[in-house]
C-alpha cells in the first residue's frame, strides 16, 4: 500500500525566513512525487515534482530514497505562498492504473 | 496548461434525491479521469477512477451503486449521487490526465462541486 505523511497541520512563519513543508511516503516501487498547492477559494494546482527538478516560485524539493522524503522547501517566505500544500504519490495501484495518494495537507501561514 | 471544468460549482439538494455533477477536459482528451471527496480540514480521498467507454473502478468502501459513473466521451465524465442523504455532503472534485504533456502521473484539478444535502 502507498501511503504519504505530512505530520504538520500548520505551519506559520514569518515573511523571510525560510520555510520546510515535510512529506514522508511510504512505497514498495519506484515512487512518483508531487507537491500540489491550494490557494484560497481556488482549485488544486500541481507545484512541481520530483522528476522535473525545477524551481517554482522559489520552491524546490528534492526525493530522499533513503529516507523517504520529498520535504518541500524555499529560502525566503512571501505572504502570498500562504495556502494549503498537499504532497502526493503516485504509485501502481493495480490492472495497469496508476493513482494520485494525498498526504492530509499542510496550511501554510506566512506572517507579514 | 490543460483546463478541467466542474458544473455545478454548488448545489443544495433534498435527502431522497439524486444529483448529477460533471467533469469535462476542457482543451484535451482525458481518457482517464478520477473522483475525489474531500471533507471539511482533511484531504482529497480518491473514490474512483473513471475510464471512457468502460466501467469505473471504485476504491475500497465506495459504494458503486450509490455513485454512479459515467465517462462516455473522451471530454465528460459524469457523477450521480443517487438518493443522496445529509451524510453524502461534501465537497467532490474531479481531475483528468492530459497524456499529451508527456506525464502519465500528472493530473489536472476541477474547481470542484459543494454538495449540500438537506
Known amino acids: 500500500a502507498q501511503r504519504v505523511t505530512q505530520p504538520e497541520k500548520l505551519l506559520s512563519v514569518f515573511k523571510g525566513a525560510p520555510v520546510e513543508l515535510k512529506c514522508n511516503y511510504s512505497?514498495?516501487?519506484?515512487?512518483?512525487l508531487f507537491w500540489y498547492v491550494q490557494y484560497s477559494r481556488q482549485r488544486l494546482q500541481l507545484l512541481l515534482r520530483?522528476?522535473s527538478r525545477e524551481s517554482i516560485k522559489g520552491f524546490t524539493a528534492d526525493l530522499n530514497k533513503g529516507e523517504t522524503s520529498f520535504h518541500l522547501k524555499k529560502p525566503f517566505a512571501q505572504e502570498e505562498d500562504s495556502a494549503m500544500y498537499y504532497c502526493?504519490?503516485?504509485?501502481?495501484?493495480?490492472?495497469?492504473?496508476?493513482?494520485?495518494?494525498f498526504g492530509k495537507g499542510t496550511k501554510l501561514s506566512v506572517i507579514p | 496548461g490543460a483546463v478541467v471544468s466542474q458544473h455545478p460549482s454548488w448545489v443544495i439538494c433534498k435527502s431522497g434525491t439524486s444529483v448529477k455533477i460533471e467533469c469535462r477536459s476542457l482543451d484535451f482528451q482525458a481518457t482517464t479521469m478520477f473522483w475525489y471527496r474531500q471533507f471539511p480540514k482533511q484531504s482529497l480521498m480518491l473514490m474512483a477512477t473513471s475510464n471512457e467507454g468502460s466501467k469505473a473502478t471504485y476504491e475500497q468502501g465506495v459504494e458503486k451503486d450509490k455513485f454512479l459513473i459515467n465517462h462516455a466521451s473522451l471530454t465528460l465524465s459524469t457523477l450521480t449521487v443517487t438518493s443522496a442523504h445529509p451524510e453524502d455532503s461534501s465537497f467532490y472534485i474531479c481531475s483528468a490526465r492530459d497524456l499529451s504533456t508527456g506525464s502519465y502521473n500528472e493530473q489536472f484539478f476541477g474547481p470542484g462541486t459543494r454538495l449540500t444535502v438537506l
Open positions: 502526493a504519490l503516485s504509485g501502481y495501484s493495480g490492472a495497469g492504473s496508476y493513482q494520485l495518494t
Open positions: 520530483h522528476i
Open positions: 512505497y514498495s516501487g519506484s515512487p512518483e
